[in-house]
């Protein structure tokens, strides 16, 4: 079964707009990260939360870690077409980075 | 430039044949992973090692044989006895064992069996 839970599997939005997708656990998450991947190329690391409520942002790019630390969320605003890409959620379980499937962000002009 | 360099970014083979991916990194981390990830799935760990000459297998690790005999170097061999071996190949290494670590990632190998 998968551990993390990532919604929606895939996304379009129109530049400008704005985009949220989530990654949830039915475990407690102990350090989550949130990774970007272009097609056939490797994972660039995003942002790592910890501590429950946490929220951490870079550039237009805001992750938030809910209370419970078993839902993250990711919200782009303003969306542009660099956002494009796969977004992977992993999370420490098990004393493993496992992951999510990832979700598909397409940005159409 | 600090990093991890895989290669080559495309590969194939035939069926039948051992082919070995190429994973190094000169971040001076102790633990390196190996994962394999197919269109639409997550990534899916095969192997991978603490440190220097230790390695653990990972949730499919079946059909892949690994070495650890330098700290910089973690060589993937995909054998004739993986099924379907045809999917993205990522490295990644992080300082230290463990899931609380950052893992950084190299570019991938994509293999192709024909």
């Known amino acids: 079964s998968q551990e993390l839970e990532q919604s929606p599997q895939s996304l379009i939005v129109q530049e400008g707009k704005n985009l949220t997708i989530n990654c949830t656990s039915s475990?407690?998450?102990?350090?989550l990260y949130w990774y970007k991947q272009k097609y056939g190329e490797g994972l660039i690391f995003l942002m790592m939360?910890?501590?429950?409520?946490e929220e951490k942002s870079h550039e237009k790019i805001t992750a938030k870690l809910d209370e419970k630390k078993q839902q993250s969320s990711l919200h782009i605003t303003a969306s542009q077409p660099s956002h494009a890409g796969i977004y992977l959620c992993g999370a420490d379980l098990n004393n493993r980075l496992a992951f999510g499937k990832g979700n598909q962000v397409v940005v159409i002009p | 430039d600090g990093g991890i360099t895989q290669s080559p970014k495309y590969l194939f083979r035939k069926e039948g044949q051992n082919v070995t991916l190429s994973c190094e990194q000169n971040l001076n981390h102790d633990a390196m992973y190996w994962y394999r990830q197919d269109p639409g799935q997550g990534l899916r760990l095969i192997y991978y090692s603490q440190i220097v000459n230790d390695f653990q297998k990972g949730d499919i690790a079946e059909g892949y044989s690994v070495s650890r005999e330098k700290k910089e170097s973690f060589p993937l061999t995909v054998t004739s006895a993986q099924k379907n071996p045809t999917a993205f190949y990522l490295c990644a290494s992080s300082i230290a064992a463990g899931g609380y670590n950052e893992q950084f990632f190299g570019p991938g190998t994509r293999l192709t069996v024909l």
């Open positions: 939360l910890q501590k429950g409520g």
């Open positions: 475990k407690t998450l102990y350090g």
